[in-house]
């Protein structure tokens, strides 16, 4: 009840940041993007993680409203970066199904893309597995809306849902992001060990990209790698961190 009061106000109070976590090329060691990553710091209880207010602003609606500032936010930024002149990199924002659901998501979309300048082609949106199994119908009309902009969608959490691949194939969808479960067994659990070499495959052979999660070690990372993982995420490279860190980390980068 204390966080649901709380988060109210939150916005309103500018109690939101956005963190980043860059997402590395695994052949080239280049960073082509950054997961947003948003983060609450209220006053009376510091910072509260998103497993705990996310589920609940999902619930209340509130998710609506602070996904459009996720939204902006991450596209100003990215924007402004560009403008400062750092490499171009994408930034994938997680986006919730009561998002998907409101009938002006589209539109939202392209008046934020207008309002801020980005090209479309900057921007990832990343869904759950288990989302679009549920309503793959109506979420399938918006996905194809989406791609027709040049918005790229991903899709988040992979392996962890109850689609098929088969049923994810008639979404315009360009790339799995392999839950991070999976990744962090690799070399512990010969079943996930199966899975992740087999997700790789399958999306493979599905022209689709492949993002590994949650990647610690270079055990993990040399895995993927020979494997053919395409991209690669996790503490290994980098935790999230805020925008004005991750500017100088793009700075470097150049
Ligand atoms: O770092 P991490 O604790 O940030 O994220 C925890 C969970 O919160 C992740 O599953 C992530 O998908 C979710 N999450 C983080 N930021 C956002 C956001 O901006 N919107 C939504 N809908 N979920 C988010
Ligand atoms: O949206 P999604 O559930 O994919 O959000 C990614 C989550 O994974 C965030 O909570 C982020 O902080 C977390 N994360 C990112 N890299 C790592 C990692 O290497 N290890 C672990 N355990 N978590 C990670
Ligand atoms: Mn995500
Ligand atoms: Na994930």
């Known amino acids: 009840f204390v966080i649901e009061n709380l988060l109210k106000d939150a916005l309103a109070r500018d109690e939101f940041s956005l963190y980043y976590q860059p997402i590395i090329n695994m052949k080239t060691g280049k960073m082509m993007g950054a997961e947003s990553l948003l983060r609450w710091k209220t006053e009376k209880l510091g910072f509260i993680p998103p497993d705990k207010f996310i589920p ?3 619930r209340n609606g509130l998710i609506v409203p602070l996904g459009e500032w996720v939204l902006k936010t991450a596209c100003r930024q990215n924007k402004q970066w560009q403008e400062t002149g750092y490499m171009p990199i994408y930034l994938a924002v997680n986006i919730s199904v009561r998002q998907l659901e409101q009938k002006d ?3 939202r979309i ?3 893309l207008n309002e801020t300048g980005l090209d479309p082609k900057y921007l990832e949106l990343e869904i759950t597995e288990s989302i679009s199994a549920e309503n793959i119908h109506n979420i399938g009309n918006a996905f194809k809306k989406l791609n027709d902009l040049g918005v790229t969608l991903s899709i988040d959490d992979f392996g962890t849902g109850y689609s098929s691949l088969g049923q994810l194939k008639i979404l315009p969808i ?3 992001k392999i839950d991070k479960i999976f990744v962090k ?9 199966a899975i992740t070499a087999a997700i790789i495959a399958m999306a ?20 993927l790698q020979e ?8 503490y290994l490279f980098s935790k999230p961190i805020d925008a004005s860190r991750f500017a100088i980390f793009l700075q470097k980068k150049q």
């Open 227 to 234: 494997n053919k993982c395409d991209m690669g995420q996790g």
């Open 204 to 223: 493979k052979r599905l022209n689709l990209e492949v993002v590994a999660e949650g990647i610690e070690t270079e055990d993990q990372l040399r895995f």
């Open 105 to 107: 998501f589209i539109n």
């Open 174 to 176: 360009s790339k799995l």
């Open 110 to 112: 392209e008046n934020i």
């Open 56 to 58: 609940i602003a999902e």
């Open 185 to 193: 067994d690799i070399h512990k659990e010969i079943n996930h060990t």
